[in-house]
């Protein structure tokens, strides 16, 4: 059976960090690259971050350039998305989601929610000024 857990939210301050996880199985992890997605209330669901888990690379949507980290642990089927200076427009219900790479390649971008094949149930950010 195909899992994608996610977990790590919670209340934050303005300013202040989180880390989430997104912890898989099921699946060849390696195979995937894991994206994260949010939606903020009252907006539809966008992209965050992507990281191909076997090499590592990494793509930011430039609203979280250089606040969120995405790293990956292979070894424990795992990736992380450390949140950095968090503001109150972070407020959002977070998705991890799987891409199959090995076969289409990673051009390092987001790629479009409907190309993603697994998702995890959301964790909750709320980041109060």
């Known amino acids: 059976e195909v899992q994608l857990q996610a977990s790590g939210g919670g209340l934050a301050q303005a300013g202040g960090s989180l880390r989430l996880s997104c912890t898989a199985s099921g699946f060849t992890f390696d195979d995937y690259a894991i994206g994260w997605f949010r939606q903020r209330p009252g907006k539809e669901r966008e992209g965050v971050s992507c990281i191909n888990t076997s090499d590592g690379s990494t793509y930011y949507a430039d609203s979280v350039k250089g606040r969120f980290t995405s790293s990956s642990d292979n070894a424990k089927n795992t990736v992380y998305l450390q949140m950095n200076s968090l503001k109150p427009e972070d407020t959002a219900v977070y998705y991890c989601?799987?891409?199959?790479?090995?076969?289409?390649?990673?051009?390092?971008?987001?790629?479009?929610?409907?190309?993603?094949?697994?998702w995890g149930q959301g964790t909750l950010v709320t980041v109060s000024s």
């Open positions: 989601a799987a891409l199959e790479v090995i076969e289409r390649g990673w051009d390092k971008t987001q790629y479009e929610e409907y190309e993603y094949s697994y």
